[in-house]
């Protein structure tokens, strides 16, 4: 999902200055498959998709600026080419000459810039639960969360407890590692989220948060590579229209899945099923097999 200030040219930078990204990359071998979390997630949440990737692939995955181990933003830049200009470097720095990109809510907007500008590098796009035009109520609540959660936590328990209040189909092993790596200890014993307050942004004006929408739209309708868009049948987020109007009218290659059992976070409510959808695209991708 986008942020409340995403505009699409960051304030004052015609080139944003890129940030080191934290990332885990396991195997370090493999086609490179690059995972990026969502709105006041990190890396974690992805854990289990990710060691579930054949072996002939190799996940990468990272924690977005202001979130977990990356580091916050000097000048509280957090739009979305900022976001972009991240990932950019950190494929570059892996040297990594192509790869799969993978992506969840405000992820999946960085990774359609991103692969937008990056051209016949990205093998394919997968869009989990997000695309150019989401669904207010649900984006504000999503918000709304995320700001609740900037306090302080007795025990990372207490703040496990909070992450299953608002992901109370989620798995118990994805919340256990989301929660350890989400917090850290202050020097009073308690606990507080690993993630920039500066993140929330302060809310952009309706002309901005349309020319966003228009430049997402136009740089969905630019990828050139495979994009496999992931819904989960009880989103609040991402409406069947507008997924369908991706799949069907935008993208030059898009192929849907819908994940009936799962929300917004589906990679956290059915990782099995997002597992097998995922896999089953990449093969097709890496076969040359169409729908």
Same mark, same amino acid.
């Given at each position: ?78 739009? /979305? ?5 991240? @990932?950019?470097?950190?494929?570059? *720095? &892996? $040297?990594? #000459?192509? =790869?799969? !990109? ?106 901005? /948060? ?5 430049? @997402?739209?136009?740089?969905?309708? *630019? &990828? $050139?590579? #495979?994009? =496999?868009? !992931? ?61």
């Amino acid at each position: 999902m986008s942020r409340p200030n995403p505009s699409a040219s960051p304030r004052g930078h015609a080139h944003p200055l890129p940030l080191p990204l934290a990332f885990s990359d396991p195997r370090g071998a493999g086609i490179p498959v690059l995972f990026v979390h969502g709105f006041g997630h990190n890396r974690a949440v992805w854990s289990k998709l990710a060691r579930s990737l054949p072996e002939r692939f190799r996940p990468i995955c990272v924690d977005l600026r202001g979130h977990a181990a990356s580091p916050w933003s000097p000048a509280g830049e957090y739009d /979305l080419p900022c976001y972009a200009a991240d @990932l950019a470097a950190l494929v570059d *720095a &892996l $040297e990594l #000459p192509c =790869l799969h !990109v993978v992506a969840h809510s405000l992820g999946g907007n960085v990774a359609t810039l991103y692969a937008a500008g990056a051209g016949s590098k990205i093998l394919s796009l997968t869009l989990v639960d997000t695309g150019p035009s989401l669904d207010a109520s649900g984006s504000d609540h999503v918000l709304e969360e995320v700001d609740e959660a900037l306090r302080s936590f007795a025990s990372v328990a207490e703040f496990r407890a909070w992450l299953a209040a608002i992901h109370p189909a989620g798995d118990a092993e994805l919340l256990d590692r989301l929660a350890e790596a989400g917090v850290v200890r202050r020097l009073d014993g308690r606990f507080e989220p690993a993630l920039d307050p500066g993140v929330l942004g302060e809310g952009g004006s309706p002309e901005s /948060l349309a020319e966003t929408t228009r430049a @997402l739209w136009q740089a969905l309708g *630019a &990828l $050139e590579c #495979p994009v =496999l868009v !992931v819904r989960g049948g009880l989103s609040a987020i991402l409406s069947e229209k507008v997924a369908d109007e991706m799949v069907h009218q935008v993208l030059r290659d898009g192929r849907l899945v819908t994940l009936p059992r799962a929300g917004h976070g589906v990679m956290l409510d059915d990782p099995e099923g997002l597992a097998a959808a995922l896999s089953t695209f990449l093969f097709s991708v890496a076969d040359g097999v169409g729908d």
